[in-house]
């Protein structure tokens, strides 16, 4: 998403993908290390998010956990449920 669409705020629209190392060195000193930094810190967010996430919602995963285990399965009408 960074490296070949340009999905950084802090890279810019640049399409870094299939570069040779001549070209890479046009965007500064150190663009490897600038790009895993983005990288990551779009990853710990997205982390962050769904942990978040989890927390939020964890007595609706608890309650749909347990009916599979009374039930192994359950439908869609049923699932659904759990989130009304």
Not at 30 to 48: F, P, Q, R, S
Not at 62 to 69: M, R, S
């Amino acid at each position: 998403m960074v490296t070949k669409y340009g999905m950084s705020d802090k890279l810019g629209p640049i399409d870094f993908q299939g570069k040779e190392p001549y070209e890479m060195q046009m965007f500064g000193e150190n663009i490897g290390d600038k790009i895993g930094a983005e990288v990551k810190e779009l990853i710990d967010t997205a982390y962050n998010r769904a942990i978040s996430l989890l927390q939020e919602h964890r007595d609706k995963l608890d309650a749909i956990a347990n009916e599979l285990l009374l039930h192994e399965k359950i439908n869609e009408e049923k699932f659904d449920k759990f989130f009304k």
